[in-house]
């Protein structure tokens, strides 16, 4: 499965590319924690994922269902809520998508709903909705985001398989310390990265979201590259500063020493002999 960089934990690939890759689906999916930002993104991967027809790995992005779903206008897609507010999300559109959900496909193999921030559903809105997920037609599939499961009835929740991104965004690593890793990898020579990277050896859990967090800027730099935008991270102005400062071909070489870095750390590899390893591609990778 094509998940690029905007899952950097291999236990959430794996599980991903268990539920998603194939062709079979699960009925009703729930993303939930992370940020608001990256959940959405997930879940229109997913959702592309769900609806391709390309032959390797998915979503190809030029099958006519990519290319229409990535434009906003394939007839299979719905995509509502993401407001947020509570109670913002009303009974009346969680009625209209359930009615959708009985009509056939138009074009695809299957209708995929994504129904963003889904707390801001009421209770009435929530049970509506459950209607259709107890008793869900055929070739439907549905993309749920949440900031935490617990945000929805207990009865909803049991009927989609949960996906946790926690961890998945940098709100476990401390900002300071990647806006400076981000400085040391535009400056010259290694003394700084060592610096700052050496607190991390004898804590394995800031090793582990320090090394998420700087994946997410790292993504974030190679996307501002690209010319496109969507900050992930929350520090758009370290991605400004690394994409200024580092061609394409570095900031990719980065991003996979970094992921590179962080299954080791999760096959709980000795942490010194990894930093100590991490610093020193990083500075080649950057070519500095
Ligand atoms: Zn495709």
Redesign the pocket.
């Known amino acids: 499965m094509q998940l690029g960089s905007l899952v950097t934990s291999e236990e959430l690939r794996r599980r991903l590319s268990a539920a998603f890759g194939g062709d079979r689906f699960p009925n009703a999916a729930l993303l939930e924690g992370g940020a608001a930002g990256g959940r959405r993104e997930l879940a229109l991967l997913l959702a592309r994922a769900a609806l ?3 032959d390797g790995e ?6 006519p ?2 290319v229409k779903a990535l434009a906003g206008s394939h007839p299979d897609l719905r995509v509502e809520g993401g407001d947020g507010a509570a109670r913002s999300f009303h009974v009346d559109v969680v009625r209209s998508v359930r009615d959708d959900a009985f009509i056939r496909p138009n074009e695809a193999a299957r209708k995929v709903f994504v129904l963003l921030e889904a707390q801001a559903m009421s209770e009435q809105a929530q049970n509506a909705l459950l209607k259709v997920l107890e008793e869900p037609p055929p070739n439907v599939l549905f993309l749920l985001t949440v900031p935490s499961a617990s945000m929805l009835l207990p009865t909803v929740r049991s009927r989609a398989q949960l996906f946790r991104l926690d961890g998945e965004e940098p709100c476990g690593a401390d900002p300071e310390l990647l806006s400076r890793l981000a400085a040391a990898l535009c400056a010259p020579g290694e003394a700084e990265l060592l610096f700052l990277t050496a607190p991390l050896i004898k804590d394995r859990a800031a090793l582990r979201a320090s090394l998420q967090g700087l994946a997410l800027l790292l993504r974030d730099a190679c996307v501002l590259r690209a010319g496109a935008s969507g900050c992930l991270s929350g520090l758009p102005e370290d991605a400004a500063r690394l994409s200024r400062a580092l061609t394409r071909e570095s900031l990719m070489r980065l991003l996979a020493v970094t992921q590179e870095a962080l299954a080791a750390c999760e096959r709980n590899a000795n942490a010194a002999l990894l930093v100590t390893a991490l610093c020193a591609r990083l500075r080649a990778a950057a070519g500095r």
């Open positions: 391709c027809t390309g998915r979503p190809c992005g030029q099958c269902h990519c």
